[in-house]
């Protein structure tokens, strides 16, 4: 932003002059609809990065919470950050998405997306907030960016989101408001940390004004951010927390493997975790053609056969233990007449 300092004002009058121009470094305000758990993380966080920032909810008390300067969450440091930033005058709170956009300059929508009774992403939550939006635009000339932080299928934000707020606002996006869509990768307990020192930053952007925002925004925490798509970062988001699904499932099928072999599960994984090369790394992990050569057919009949044998051993095991159960249960029935002098069984055998 530049601005012309005042003094030349006067000397102007009726006159052509260049004068010097002197920079504003003014950092964009934001909304953020939305204030459950990324909602109230974004919301202290980007306050201390100096901007300002108003939370908005439906919740009446969560509002309430975040303009007290209170954490309606349990985190590390989110109490203090609030509070710091609504004593520094950067964090305010409302119901009023509508009047929230008109006074800002970038949306962050962070809002429920939950499982639909069909197993899909429940948009309602998104078309209202979109429908809110699309209304404060309306009201406003300057260029407004919003954007999706939400878990949702590649497309809705283009398809679904962007099409309501040009509808309500009766402007076009990508010419009078941008959309990004920008995925959180923060980790519960630890979600102040991994804002300020994030393992990627994705920005998901279909113009370059937008990007350049978003860009500027997040400067401050990581000088590199990844800008694609809309579409891919919107699968990213899914891909990231599958995959972290997917390795907490095969940490734990390691660990039923190694239980009944007598090996000590944790000491194979700090094992495995060192390799960064191929274990850890981008290996393997490109989409292509099936695994095949020498070994990795070979061992994983190997290990499924190992996993097949350690089962029989487990549900022997098993089958004994209810035996043994069972033994017991009917020798304390038919020995309890007698004071348990003949129940069939002893404590120690059992």
Known sequence: MFDLPPQFNDQLSGQTAFAPLRVIDEKPSI??????YVG???TACLSGLGHYVIGVDIDADKVDCIAGGKSPIHEQDLERLLREGVDNG???ATTNLVQAVVDT??????????????GGCDHSYIEAAARAIGEGLKHKNGFHVVVMRCSIPPGVTMNFMAPIIEETSGKVAGLDFGVCFNPEFLREGVAVED??????TVIGANDDRSAMIMTRIFEAVDEAPIVTSIETAEMVKYVDNVWHATKVCFANEVGRLCKPLGVDSHDVMDVFVQDTKLNLSSYYLKPGFAFGGSCLPKEVRAVAHIAKE??????????SW??????YRAGYRNGARDGGKNCGCSWAGI
């Open 31 to 36: 909304s953020v609809v939305g204030l459950g």
């Open 322 to 327: 209810r035996v043994k159960h069972h033994a």
């Open 40 to 42: 109230a993380v974004s």
């Open 195 to 200: 804002f300020y020192a994030p393992p990627k």
């Open 90 to 92: 950067l964090v305010t």
């Open 310 to 319: 350690a089962w029989r051993i487990v549900a022997n095991d098993r089958k």
């Open 105 to 118: 300059d970038v949306t962050f929508v962070s809002v429920g997306t939950p499982t639909g009774p069909d």
